[in-house]
Every structure is written in structure tokens, then in C-alpha cells.
């Protein structure tokens, strides 16, 4: 059993080293958003190519656009007036994306591949 934890303890180590939040580059999120599902234990949102994104909270949709600009993630909703874009820094750590919206706040989501 010791030997064994002196095998496994620092593999587990460098493994967790490895694992770090990444600032994504404009291009970046352009290329991935289309790919994947955001998701949460009771939400999911969906981007399209086409700047389109559909958002899913307890089984309510919103639809809305997004865009990317100066290297964040922006994005409008569909409330009938004129649109307010709100942007975010996005991060991601292996499968994690994370929001920071422009007062430092993060939203944690998965990334569950299309």
C-alpha cells in the first residue's frame, strides 16, 4: 500500500499542476461555442454559427444573439426592446467554462461536446 501511494501521490500532484484556468482568445471562442452545450446541474445553452444562442433555466428558453468582441463573449436577449449587449471574459480548465461578467463574477458551466 505504501508503495503504492508513493506512485500515485505525485502522479496526482503534476496532474492536478497540469489543470489551470486559460483566458480564451476571440478566435477561440468562436471556434468552440458552436461545438458544444454549456451546462449547469439545471441549465444548458446552445450557440449557434449563425450568432444565434438558446438558453434553457429550469425548462424556460430564451432566445438571444452573440457575438465576440475584443476578445469576450457578448451576448443580447430577445426582451423587445432595444438590445443591451453584456460582455464576458471566458476561461476554461479542462471540460469547466467559466463567465466572468464585467464586475468580476463567475458563472461555472460543463462542456458537453455536440
Known sequence: MTRLAAL???????????????????????????EI??????TFQTFSEDGSTDYRASGRPSTGRWRVEDNRYCSTWNTGGTPIWTCYEVLRDGDTLIWVDPNGERTVNTIERK
Open 8 to 34: 500515485l501521490i505525485p502522479t496526482l500532484i503534476a496532474g492536478s499542476a497540469l489543470a489551470a484556468e486559460t483566458r480564451l482568445s476571440g478566435g477561440e471562442i468562436t471556434a468552440l461555442l458552436p
Open 37 to 42: 452545450t454549456a451546462k449547469t446541474y439545471d
